[in-house]
């Protein structure tokens, strides 16, 4: 018999980031109980996802973009990516001691 319940699996990366949730609601002027009124969902529910012990769903987090006036993806859980691949001209030069541009950084003398 399958659950009806899907649960996150402990470890599984949140689709939120909790910051940034505690973040927007402060910067809105919001009490937790204030932002739960206009999403529709409860104060313990906010309280458990600023505090990272709850996912935020898609659908609730698209309320609480709503209710606190930014974009979804202000709220949203930022990718991690793997590295990208060093190209064999990257390669080469690094192992030169060289970089691939004549000039040198910004506020470095040319030597």
């Known amino acids: ?5 899907k649960r996150r699996p402990r470890g ?3 689709h ?3 910051e940034a949730v505690t973040y927007a609601r402060e910067k809105a002027g919001l009490t937790k109980r204030a932002l739960a009124g206009m999403c529709d ?7 458990d996802i600023e505090a990272g012990r709850r996912n935020a769903t898609p659908a609730t987090l698209q309320k609480l973009a709503a209710a606190l006036n930014c974009p ?3 709220l949203e859980a930022k990718r991690v990516t793997a590295p990208r ?4 001209e990257q390669t080469l030069n ?7 541009s004549d000039t040198p950084p910004a506020g470095l003398p040319a030597a």
């Open 1 to 5: 018999m399958t659950p009806h319940n």
């Open 12 to 14: 599984a990366p949140f």
């Open 16 to 18: 939120h980031a909790p």
């Open 41 to 47: 969902i409860s104060e313990q529910l906010v309280g």
């Open 72 to 74: 979804v993806v202000v």
């Open 85 to 88: 691949q060093r190209s064999e």
């Open 94 to 100: 690094s192992a030169a001691g060289g970089t691939c």
